[in-house]
């Protein structure tokens, strides 16, 4: 048995040290976790996942991980185990105006070019790991500061793998470290106080279609992808290079193909085998598909997007 330090918790009072976690269960347990979520846990992140699964095993009343292997394995029940634990894995920690030059970037230059080519089609807007909903409410607030949200036909759909975080998301209730980085004037123009929180205004909040969406599901993943415009940011941080590969060509197959995709700032597929390439729009980073970057290049280059200074209206 290993002592991997972790914290005391759980009905039965366990810790993960005192659960038994053999070399052949972490890597067992490890392995099944990457293959229905994605997330991997290397060797480095043993005494991580550990702790975050001690309390839920012991609260079932188990004695060991590789019990709670073979839960998550052949148990009748087994879907309702893993939607708890996809809860556990999540990582809420999100806020408004993370990233405020690729929003820019997006509301001043990519959704003007879009309904400039193609007059009359809807923008369709995927916040592919929407945590809370701070995501997809940021960005329907940056295109409603342009003018388009309620003059221009626009979709947005959100998910994520986690039904507990989509149901905080469909509340739209925020507490302030949300705010952090939210201009106080959209701050005051787009949420009311609730108590000692805040709520999303409606007409914002009522845009977007809220769903639960595993990204290794790739069924259900080419079917959300079909858009114009897909946000997954901070997520592959979480991921295997075969997982993001896997996960980045279901996006190409749905992708509109002048469509964008934005990663996080830590993220990158440059060193992988995948259909992007990384371009430059206004002081923003985007990926486009390689195809499409390809022929533009030989019809005289893309255009070199320029967003103006963002202004509150």
């Known amino acids: 048995m290993r002592d991997t330090g972790g914290h005391r918790g759980g009905p039965a009072g366990y810790s993960a040290g005192i659960l038994g976690f053999s070399d052949s269960a972490f890597t067992l347990l490890r392995d099944l976790i990457a293959q229905h979520s994605g997330v991997f846990f290397g060797d480095e992140r043993r005494d991580q996942l550990a702790d975050k699964l001690s309390d839920l095993v012991a609260s079932l009343g188990m004695t060991s991980f590789l019990d709670y292997y073979y839960l998550l394995r052949y148990d009748a029940e087994r879907e309702q185990h893993w939607t708890a634990l996809m809860d556990r894995l999540a990582v809420p920690e999100t806020y408004f105006w993370r990233q405020p030059d690729q929003i820019r970037a ?9 309904f400039a080519a193609h007059p ?33 036909p626009i979709e947005i759909v959100a998910s994520d793998a986690s039904p507990a975080l989509v149901e905080r998301a469909r509340r ?8 952090r980085s939210l201009p106080r004037e959209l701050w005051a123009r787009y949420f009311h106080s609730h108590g000692e929180r805040w709520r999303a205004d409606p ?12 990204l290794v599901d790739s069924s259900a993943v080419r079917t959300l992808a079909a858009v114009d415009v897909i946000f997954c940011r901070n997520v592959f941080i979480y991921f295997s290079d075969e997982t993001v590969t896997r996960v980045t060509q279901s996006f ?11 990663l996080g700032a830590s993220e ?11 371009t430059e729009l206004g002081s923003a980073f985007v990926y486009v598909k390689a195809t499409t970057a390809r022929e533009s290049r030989e019809s005289g280059g893309m255009r070199d997007g320029r967003a103006d200074a963002y202004s509150i209206r």
């Not at 929407?130 to 221009?152: F, T, V």
């Not at 739209?172 to 705010?179: A, D, P, T, V």
């Open 106 to 114: 997006f509301a001043q230059i990519v959704a003007p070019e879009h």
């Open 252 to 262: 190409a197959e749905g992708l509109a193909e002048d469509g964008r995709l934005f």
């Open 203 to 214: 007409r914002i909040h009522e845009r977007i279609r809220w769903t639960i969406a595993n």
């Open 120 to 152: 009359g089609r809807p923008l369709r807007v995927w916040s592919a790991a929407c945590c809370s909903g701070e995501e997809p409410i940021s960005l329907a607030i940056a295109l409603d500061q342009e003018g388009l949200l309620d003059r221009m």
């Open 268 to 278: 990158s597929l440059t060193r992988l085998e995948t259909a992007f390439e990384l």
């Open 172 to 179: 739209g209730i925020y507490g302030e470290r949300s705010f």
